[in-house]
């Protein structure tokens, strides 16, 4: 299994970023970290391994990316709005730094977005945006609105609320999306949520699930015994979805 090691100053983010990359042909994958993970924990939690088969294939290329969480949404030293505007870089990154990576390695391929857990929020928020830019995305243990609070999970913009975390909240945009094109775009997207049956995130991957329903946009949403909030279970599903 091809396996690349990718490092650069990032002008978006005025930083060095680093990433990984597995495999040699097939449709890229931007695979997203869990909460203030690495871009290498993916390969440590044996979930690269899980997803072999599919890569020494040429079915898929997984490109394993760093997160800025600490710097964004966990970052308590800065106040909610910088924090969005933190997120907001990040994503500027993805789009011109890290997708002309993937096109210039391999141009061909349609283009997934997946994540876990806070890597799922980053992939199913940035797909349902861009949706002219992925064909597929898909969400493992999920949190589509960062402003709720969920058991345990606190509500990271700490009741802050302005149209750059309104817009970046699917949970929040999707019900009252009514532009036909963008609504066009989602119809052609393969949309993927998993999530566990005793997960803190259950309400709220169905609620996402029913607000693209009520808009016409196809989604597949798995429900999985007990929490599934683990690499252990995320090992196999990444070999089911992806």
Known sequence: ????????????????????AFGHAGNPVIFFPTRT??????????????????????TIQVYC???????????????????????LLYEQY???EVLPLARRRNPGPQLIAAGCSLGAYHAVNL??????????????SGRYDLTEQYEHFDDLFEGYMDENVYYNMPSRFIPN????????QLKKMEIILVVGQQDAFLDNNRHLSDALWLQGVWNAFHIWDGESHKPRYWRYMVQLYL
């Open 65 to 87: 990316v760093d997160s800025v969480d600490k710097d964004s949404f966990y970052n308590p030293d800065i106040p909610p709005a910088a924090r969005i505007q933190r997120h």
């Open 94 to 96: 993805i789009l011109n």
């Open 127 to 140: 797909a349902l945006k861009y949706p002219w830019m992925f064909a597929k995305v898909v969400g493992l």
């Open 177 to 184: 999306l009514r532009d036909e094109q963008i609504i066009a």
């Open 1 to 20: 299994m091809l396996r690349e090691y990718h490092k650069w100053y990032s002008p978006s983010l005025q930083r060095d970023m680093e990433l990984l």
């Open 37 to 58: 993970a690495r871009f290498y924990d993916f390969e440590d939690w044996k979930v690269i391994d899980a997803l072999r088969p599919k890569i020494e294939a040429g």
